[in-house]
C-alpha cells in the first residue's frame, strides 16, 4: 500500500491541485490529510471542498478548530508579520460555508494506520510543535501517553522532518500551501507544494519526501483578485520555489 500524507493547505488552491494531482501520478493508494485546510489564503471553500471530495480522513489543525469558534482577538506575539496573517486568517473565516463548516466539524483529532498515529501538532495539542529541537524527554512523555505506534506523523510546523529515536521515527510532510524560508533575511514563501509518500514495506513503512513546483504567478493573481486584506504584501512574497 502506498500511502500520500499532505497538509498545511492553507487556502492555497493550486498548490492542492498540484501536490493531488502528483499523488495520482505517484499511484497513491489512500491519502491522509493531516489539517489546516481553508483558513489563510484566498481559496477557503474550494480548498474545503476539494478536500472533502477525497474521502479520506482528514486531521483537525488548530486552524480549522479555530475556525469554528467565534473570533479571537489579535495577540501580538512578537513574530513577523502578525498583524497580517491574522487579517487574512479572519477574512477567510467569512468565506466558509455553514456546509464548510460542518465538513471541518468531521475533522479528527487523529488517526490511525496499522503502525502509524498521525495528529497535526502532537497527539495532545493541535498548536504544539514538535520538531528537531523537542527535547526527547517530552518525545518521551508523549510516546508513554499516546501509545508506541513506531510511526508517527504530524504537520503544523509547516517544515518537513525526519527524526528517529530508539527505533520510533516522527515524520512531518511539510507544508502544501504555506512553505515560507528566509531569503536575504525576509521571510517568503516559496511556491512548492510539499507532501510525504509512505510506502507499506515488510517490518514497517519507507518514507519518500515530494515537492511539487506551483505556478507562482497562479497564487499571486488568486491574492490580487480575491478580495482578501493585504493582497499585494501577501502576493509579494510568493517567489518560484
Given at each position: 500500500?502506498?500511502?500520500?500524507?499532505?497538509?498545511?493547505?492553507?487556502?492555497?488552491?493550486?498548490?492542492?491541485?498540484?501536490?493531488?494531482?502528483?499523488m495520482q501520478i505517484q499511484s497513491a493508494d489512500e491519502r491522509l490529510c493531516l489539517g489546516d485546510v481553508a483558513t489563510g489564503g484566498p481559496?477557503?471553500?474550494?480548498?474545503?471542498?476539494?478536500?472533502?471530495?477525497?474521502?479520506?480522513p482528514v486531521i483537525c489543525g488548530n486552524a480549522d478548530r479555530e475556525l469554528l469558534g467565534p473570533p479571537v482577538p489579535f495577540r501580538d506575539r512578537g513574530f513577523p508579520d502578525e498583524r497580517e496573517l491574522y487579517d487574512q486568517?479572519?477574512?477567510?473565516?467569512?468565506?466558509?460555508?455553514a456546509a464548510g463548516r460542518a465538513?471541518?466539524?468531521?475533522?479528527?483529532?487523529?488517526t490511525t494506520f496499522?503502525?502509524?498515529?498521525?495528529?497535526?501538532?502532537?497527539?495532545?495539542?493541535?498548536?504544539?510543535?514538535?520538531?528537531?529541537q523537542t527535547p526527547e524527554g517530552r518525545l518521551t512523555e508523549l510516546r508513554a501517553a499516546f501509545g508506541t505506534a513506531p510511526l508517527w506523523v504530524g504537520g503544523h510546523t509547516h517544515r518537513p522532518l525526519l527524526r528517529t529515536l530508539d527505533g520510533w521515527t516522527l515524520l512531518n510532510p511539510g507544508s502544501v500551501g504555506?512553505?515560507?524560508?528566509?531569503?536575504?533575511?525576509?521571510?517568503v514563501n516559496p511556491a512548492r507544494a510539499e507532501s510525504l509518500l509512505l510506502d507499506r514495506v515488510p517490518g514497517g513503512w519507507q518514507a519518500t519526501f515530494r515537492r511539487v513546483p506551483d505556478a507562482v504567478e497562479d497564487i499571486r493573481q488568486g491574492f490580487l483578485s480575491s478580495g482578501i486584506p493585504h493582497a499585494e504584501w501577501a502576493a509579494a512574497g510568493w517567489v518560484p520555489g
Open positions: 500500500m502506498r500511502l500520500a500524507v499532505f497538509g498545511d493547505i492553507h487556502g492555497n488552491l493550486p498548490a492542492l491541485r498540484g501536490v493531488l494531482d502528483d481559496w477557503p471553500g474550494e480548498c474545503l471542498r476539494k478536500v472533502a471530495a477525497l474521502g479520506c486568517e479572519q477574512w477567510s473565516a467569512t468565506q466558509v460555508t465538513a471541518v466539524a468531521g475533522f479528527l483529532a487523529t496499522p503502525g502509524l498515529l498521525a495528529f497535526h501538532g502532537s497527539p495532545e495539542r493541535d498548536d504544539e510543535v514538535l520538531d528537531a504555506l512553505p515560507f524560508e528566509k531569503r536575504g533575511g525576509v521571510y
